[in-house]
């Protein structure tokens, strides 16, 4: 059995990286192909996870469209999936070099697996261009990893049937729960490298395209004029490389007192400053996972969220963009709501997530269906 592991960008190599290491130590043929959507970011994690590339398609450019880049993708994946004749693909998320990766799959006959299946916000243009992609992965995908059971739910509403579907967990919760272990000291020091390993403070982050523009500048605005009140209280900020988001941060945010504006940090980098932090703000998926395992509330700078679970059980708040509502929340935040929220146990899984996954694939082997 010969399988291959498309990505691209940072986060899906966090999620892939637990799925790497058990089919690799189980004598599984893995192929790792990456699309270069991301660059720098994705280096530092296939750093820390020791994960070795078979590929690197190398596709990004500045200012590129989405059109653009999905033709590359199209055309320089199937090169290599035709060359290495594989028997399966795993696809991770929601984009676009998920959806190409899958799709690549499909026209060349391979079998697709997608980790991390069955999330909807139920609106096409948010987030943009992930919904669809995920949506389209899904009509590809032979088999669908769904974290959990509102995942399940979404994908049966859409006439996926049962035994397609396999709730699991998610990977990033295997990786997040490694790191903490085995990396505690390391986490120490990066939080001095920074000096806040004795501060009081929120972590923000936020680059989606969609809250490019006026949505950033509300958020920035409360942010700053709730910072700018209090005397024990930083805001840390690691930015997007994107010169737009830097544009519109350095703008709005510039007579902030207590903001520490860090250039992009590695994963355990983030790690650490998570860890530590008072609560998170962003408009990240993955950190909406993350942040349930080590308590802390999450105000979520979106309008719509494809991760219900942590609204659902009270560890995250959908808060938008508005200057209004997101400064309502930090100011609830200083009461009761902060200790009902950091207390919830995490919806998104138990940290054997892709063992489950390799499990599966093992199975199938053994039923002649690879």
């Known amino acids: 059995m010969k399988i291959g592991l498309i990505f691209g960008t940072r986060p899906e190599a966090i999620k892939m990286a637990s799925v790497y290491h058990q089919l690799n130590k189980n004598n599984i043929d893995t192929k790792v192909i ?8 994705l280096e530092q994690v296939l750093n820390l996870f020791q994960i070795k590339s078979d590929y690197n398609v190398g596709i990004m450019k500045e200012k590129q469209e989405l059109s653009e880049l999905t033709g590359k993708l199209i055309i320089e994946l199937d090169k290599i999936i035709k060359n290495e ?12 070099s998920a959806f190409s990766g899958a799709l690549v799959g ?3 006959k391979i079998p697709v697996g997608h980790i991390e299946a069955g999330l909807r916000t139920g609106n096409i243009y948010s987030p943009f261009p992930e919904e669809v992609n995920r949506k389209l992965i899904g009509t590809i995908a032979d088999i669908h990893f769904a974290p959990t059971e509102i995942n399940v739910k979404n994908l049966k509403k859409e006439g996926i049937s049962e035994n397609k579907i396999l709730k699991c967990g998610n990977t990033v919760i295997d990786s997040l729960k490694w790191i903490i272990k085995n990396k505690s000291e390391i986490l120490e020091e990066i939080r001095k490298k920074y000096n806040i390993n004795d501060k009081k403070y929120i972590l923000l982050t936020m680059h989606r395209r969609e809250n490019w523009g006026n949505p950033m500048k509300e958020v920035l605005s409360a942010i700053k004029d709730y910072i700018n009140k209090k005397e024990d209280l930083y805001i840390v900020f690691p930015m997007h490389l994107n010169p737009k988001v830097r544009e519109i941060i350095n703008e709005t945010l510039k007579d902030c007192k207590n903001k520490i504006l860090l250039e992009p940090l590695e994963y355990l980098e983030f790690i650490a400053v998570m860890e530590k932090a008072h609560y998170i ?13 080590l308590g802390k ?3 979520v700078l979106r309008d719509t969220t494809e991760r219900p679970e942590a609204i659902e059980e009270g560890t ?5 963009t508005s200057y209004k509502n997101v400064l309502k929340f930090m100011e609830l ?15 998104y899984g138990d940290g054997k997530t892709s063992e489950k996954i390799r499990l599966y694939l093992q199975k199938i082997e053994s039923e002649g269906k690879i």
Not at 336 to 347: A, F, G, H, I, R
Request: hydrophobic share 30%; glycine share 10%; aromatic share 6%.
């Open 297 to 299: 509330p999450t105000l």
């Open 106 to 108: 499909f026209y060349n």
């Open 85 to 96: 004749k594989l028997d399966y693909i795993l696809v991770q998320g929601d984009t676009t």
């Open 34 to 41: 990456l699309t270069g959507q991301h660059k720098e970011m």
């Open 316 to 320: 995250a708040k959908l808060v938008g």
């Open 333 to 347: 935040l200083e009461g009761k709501l902060y200790q009902d929220m950091s207390k919830v146990e995490n919806p």
């Open 281 to 293: 703000m962003t408009d990240s998926g993955g950190i909406q996972e993350e942040a349930p395992t």
